[in-house]
């Protein structure tokens, strides 16, 4: 039980770290000239087809070709890239929780480690899905400014599930 409640802790610590790096994303998005309000930037409302999928939504294309057994609709392309990006983010904060309700002698590693951790694993999983190209073939800001999100995401993930772990019901 214990388990399954630190995992749970980890799952809502995700959505949290996921939400605070689409902030930042968000930021540099509006910095860099961008004009979508918050909501449609988030919702992805102008993917209307698979060619304007990001990343998420390519790999959940590949799935949903893999479980129907044929091309998904255009209309599946904003879905897909919404629940793919929610699910990595709350799927990466549960196995942090997991992980973190062991007991270790220098549980700020821990924290400190997880967003390059989730960082590097996409540079690993989407290329090899095809999604994605290899992380030598990315520049150095590009690979900076990804990071940074996810350091973001990892360090918010790792605060929220501290103070989660403080309530006792």
Known sequence: MRLARHAAAG???????TGAMDLLLYRRYRRDGGKEAFRDWELGTGVTNWNQASA??????????????????DEWARPATNIVHWATGVGWGALYGVFASRRTRHPWLR??????AVWLSGYV??????????IWDYDTQTLAKDLSA????????????????????
Not at 11 to 17: E, I, N, R
Not at 56 to 73: C, D, F, S, Y
Not at 150 to 169: D, I, K, M
């Open 11 to 17: 799952a809502v610590a995700g959505v949290v770290g």
């Open 56 to 73: 998420p939504g390519q790999l959940g294309r590949k799935l949903a070709r893999i479980v129907t057994g044929h091309e998904p609709p």
């Open 111 to 116: 924290a400190v480690d997880f967003g390059p």
């Open 125 to 134: 999983v989407l290329p090899a899905a095809g999604v994605y190209k290899p």
């Open 150 to 169: 996810h350091l973001v995401y990892g360090a918010t993930t790792s605060a929220v599930f501290a103070l989660l772990s403080l309530w006792r019901p």
